[in-house]
């Protein structure tokens, strides 16, 4: 029980990482078209290679579910594309290039609903497993009592056989 819960512990908590640094992706991307400040590149120069050796570890630990393994490739698609229009948007505005940046903001916003569809859907799937092993653990805490007292019983029944039996031998 312990593995598969620090197991989908670890999930959720490389999914975390992801999305912490897509957002600092986009800040940076937005706080530098609305400042043309490269200072406030650093975040997505810093973090934005970190993402997808974090998506490779979460593939890695979601094998044995061929649902999440869907879901782990399409999050890495997606990231790849909205990381290339960040790269995109930060360049022309570093050129000026204003033109078409409603279109390619708007682009960017439906990629990132996309984006946070399917972390939604990993996140969730997460959660129904971590739920299912609680459940799973309350179970088998909830019956082992019963066992012990089962052992407990059979061991006593035992016990006072054995004693019947010697003492009748004797």
Not at 27 to 43: H, K
Not at 56 to 78: G, H, M, Y
Request: glycine share 0%; charged share 25%; net charge positive.
């Amino acid at each position: 029980y312990s593995n598969a819960v620090e197991h989908t512990y670890e999930k959720l908590y490389l999914l975390s990482r992801v999305d912490a640094y897509m957002k600092d992706a986009i800040s940076s991307e937005r706080g530098f078209i609305l400042t043309r400040d490269s200072a406030v590149l650093e975040p997505l120069v810093t973090n934005a290679p970190k993402i997808n050796p974090l998506i490779d570890s979460l593939r890695e630990l979601t094998d044995d579910n061929n649902k999440q393994q869907i879901n782990v490739n399409n999050l890495k698609r997606i990231v790849s594309e909205r990381l290339n229009q960040v790269r995109t948007n930060v360049n022309k505005a570093a050129l000026r290039e204003n033109k078409s940046q409603d279109i390619r903001l708007l682009q960017s916003k439906v990629l990132m609903n996309d984006y946070y569809d399917i972390l939604r859907k990993i996140e969730s799937e997460e959660r129904s497993m971590l739920l299912f092993r609680n459940i799973q653990k309350d179970s088998y805490q909830a019956n082992n009592p019963k066992l012990l007292y089962a052992i407990f019983v059979f061991a006593t029944v035992v016990f006072v056989l054995s004693f019947l039996f010697i003492n009748k031998e004797l």
